[in-house]
């Protein structure tokens, strides 16, 4: 009887992608205020730190709030990342701004600036949920993020958030081959610290990680890993998986609040340091993904009339996808973990959970 109703609610979710292709809903609209950062994650997705940022002006950023704003009811909610958002150094002017046009934001931190007086300020402008990083033990979190000490100051940061009652306080750790068995230790970690949820996920093939030798979990440890996330949440433990990937019946609605669907290009779109238009932060940058620039481009007009690429099925692109029993459910994957060059996914779970 449950695998009957995942079957109609799978089912129900694929024609809702259908319409959405057609009819997109911004809900999420990224900011990466920098691509500086004062950690050298190994898995960096966006290879932050390794060059100099080039960053468009406040000016700019408020025209494309403006923009927003305008043509944009309800407005979606705003998401502030980086690099580390907090070197950005009119960060605070910028989303002072935006509180002052309305928008509900959250922000993703490395936590290693936020200080008491920086948590309070952070409360000051708005700001209603955010992601601190902590990826492991102490050793572990440091020599993954090559930054002494940076163990410490996330779990400062976490505890001066809270204690200025921010509501929603999230940990997000990254899990590889060389963590996985600290998952109890840090879930312990966890309930000591009250925080509001925990989301443990994967390590994926995308910037620096594709250097990593080592790292990728196997069948196995997936196995274990969503094992541990779905015992959790039966628990009634705010543990929770990413948004990434399709799971198979057993897992989806299991490990996370609901269904598996690729945000990018119709629920999601963001604007890089850069000013270049795209969906999803994660997805590679070359020039098939970026739609635009918000120097020459109105971003609206590019929401409104571009992000084709990601309003069409990927499956389509490749043979075993296109024939996949799971097609519908999956359609090729997530947009971050597709190999634009060879038209294939790179993340696939189809005979790892589920056949």
Known sequence: MYNKIKDKHLKMLSDYRQKLWKAP?????????????NERC???GSYCGEKNSEEISVQK???VLDDVKQNFDPLPML???????LLRKEFFEIMAYAKKLGFKWGMTSNGTLITDEVARKLKEVGMSTISISIDGPKEYHDKFRQTPGGYDKAVAAVKNLLKYDFKAVQVTTVVTKKNIDSLDEMFSLMEELDVDSWRVINIEPMGRALRLDGYTLDAEDYRRMFEFIRSKRREGYPVTYGCSHYLGKDYEAEVRKWYYLCNAGVYTASILANGDI????DIERRPETIQGNVMTDSFTDVWNNRFQLFRSSLAEKNE???NCTSRYFCEGGSYHSWNYDKNQPMVCFKDILFS
């Open 61 to 63: 950023l408020m025209e």
């Open 42 to 44: 190994l898995h960096c």
């Open 320 to 322: 075993k996808c296109r």
């Open 79 to 85: 998401c502030i990342t980086g690099g580390e958002p």
């Open 25 to 37: 809903r911004l809900r999420y609209f990224f900011l990466e205020l920098t691509m500086r950062c």
């Open 278 to 281: 795209v969906a999803c932060l």
